[in-house]
């Protein structure tokens, strides 16, 4: 496949199709050029962060820091996500596609910024349609790469997650004052989401469904092994860098960055605020790092600026990293 993309009329087209809920806002937003799309949901997911707060604070400790450390994280921060734009590569590769490089990381960093700029529930079918409209694949192939994205991050995060307990982090947690009302409501929440779970897979319509999606889906790797495991090891490696650049943070703001405390950090509150339904996990994540602090008998104040700045972070070098592919793009196609 060429570097130029599918005619936006393939997108536009899929968008309109007549089907209810989220697909009929699609239209507009598809027949809009992709970098509108990223200045627009990078404006949205700026003011997220701002309203968000502690940025005040988190500039005067970031004034004190040393350019060459902060330009270090920095370029840590934008090889990650281009690590990640060439797993969504692979994984439209993996999927029968045959994109080029610069149109597979171009359409993730664009939607990186979806995903911080709007809910789950929108950002998800927008990544979906933004790769079936500017990487040529059918609407199975989309939903097979963000299907597998979402899956390698969730094992990635639970494998996280169970180190920190293997490390005390079951201790810790056992030595928690639990309130009565809140286990309640937990269990509650728990009941229903399972009884809701049941109901959807006694319904043929919806078994019908999640058959035709995952059938292929789990075919992907059979038939390419060797991308399934290039995208698994992209996985390990992003998240170990992740890692490392917020022990970096922690470790600015004055906190030892301990491997329980990284460990606890960055498991169950990432996986938890990327299942969240907030745009970015804005404010659920923050609260759970917080919550791991506490548990280590650390003050939470550094552990939730060293998160925010970790968001902003995010903000500083998609937009970097986007323009290192647009630059690419044109050097390789002369547009």
């Known amino acids: 496949m060429n570097e130029s993309t599918t005619p936006p009329s393939i997108g536009v087209e899929t968008a309109r199709r007549p089907h209810p809920g989220w697909r009929r806002w699609l239209g507009p937003l ?16 700026t003011l997220i962060l701002w309203r968000q707060g502690g940025l005040e604070e988190i500039g005067a400790s970031l004034r004190e820091l040393s350019p060459w450390k902060a330009l270090a994280i920095l370029l840590a921060y934008t090889a990650t996500i281009l690590l990640l734009g060439g797993r969504w590569h692979v994984l439209a590769r993996m999927a029968g596609g045959a994109p080029s ?22 950002a998800v079918p927008t990544r979906a349609a933004l790769t079936v409209r500017d990487l040529g694949l059918t609407p199975a192939q989309s939903a097979a790469v963000v299907g597998w994205e979402l ?158 700045t970790y968001r902003l972070a995010l903000f500083v070098v998609t937009p970097i990293a986007w323009g290192i592919v647009r630059v690419a793009r044109r050097l390789a196609t002369g547009r």
């Open 151 to 308: 899956a390698l991050d969730v094992v990635a995060l639970l494998i996280v997650s169970a180190l920190w307990l293997a490390l005390g982090g079951t201790a810790l947690l056992q030595t928690m004052a639990f309130d009565r009302n809140a286990m309640a409501v937990a269990l509650g929440l728990l009941v229903a989401v399972a009884l809701v779970a049941v109901v959807c897979l006694l319904l043929a319509s919806v078994r019908a469904r999640l058959q035709r999606l995952l059938r292929p889906m789990l075919a992907n790797p059979l038939r390419s092994p060797g991308l399934a495991l290039a995208a698994a090891g992209m996985t390990g490696g992003y998240w170990a860098a992740q890692s490392a650049i917020m022990a970096a943070l922690l470790a600015i703001f004055g906190t030892p960055p301990s491997a329980p405390l990284v460990l606890g950090v960055m498991g169950l509150p990432m996986l938890i605020g990327m299942l969240s339904p907030v745009p970015g996990g804005a404010g659920v994540r923050e609260a759970l790092m917080a919550g791991a602090a506490r548990l280590e008998g650390l003050a939470a104040g550094p552990v939730v600026l060293a998160a925010i």
């Open 30 to 45: 598809l027949m809009a050029p992709t970098p509108v799309i990223f200045l627009v949901a990078g404006l949205l997911a």
């Open 101 to 122: 490089w610069t149109s597979s990381v171009e359409v993730f960093l664009t939607s990186v910024i979806v995903n911080y700029a709007a809910p789950i529930g929108l």
